[in-house]
Nanobody, 124 residues
Framework: QVQLVESGGGLVQAGGSLRLSCAAS????????MGWFRQAPGKEREFVAA????????AYADSVKGRFTISRDNAKNTAYLQMNSLRPDDTAVYYC?????????????????WGQGTQVTVSS
């Protein structure tokens, strides 16, 4: 089992920045690819970003490319999502997820481990 806990959400003005963290415990975090997803009110959950187990490969949704950066520190069992140039349409609950799959499969595979989510609100 892998337990995931997100933190770092909050209220920020448009153009601002936030860094989300996803702390993992349980089984060897090192071997799991990580992903960030988000769900806005009334919308389906959507993929945001993914990173391979060793950080060597990343993937991003087109809507966040150039603004968001995913990273991980396996020594700290933590993954991060640096969010810059935030826009009101980035407002959502952000979830991290993990599984032993390739980065390319993170956006579409059913993933086994999910956090509880952290709210990000961007005001205009």
């Amino acid at each position: 089992q892998v337990q995931l806990v997100e933190s770092g959400g909050g209220l920020v003005q448009a153009g601002g920045s936030l860094r989300l963290s996803c702390a993992a415990s349980g089984r060897a975090f090192t071997y799991y690819a990580m992903g960030w997803f988000r769900q806005a009110p009334g919308k389906e959950r959507e993929f945001v970003a993914a990173i391979s187990w060793n950080g060597g490969a990343t993937a991003y949704a087109d809507s966040v490319k150039g603004r968001f950066t995913i990273s991980r520190d396996n020594a700290k069992n933590t993954a991060y999502l640096q969010m810059n140039s935030l826009r009101p349409d980035d407002t959502a609950v952000y979830y991290c997820a993990a599984d032993r799959v390739g980065v390319a499969n993170i956006p579409k595979a059913p993933l086994n481990y999910w956090g509880q989510g952290t709210q990000v609100t961007v005001s205009s």
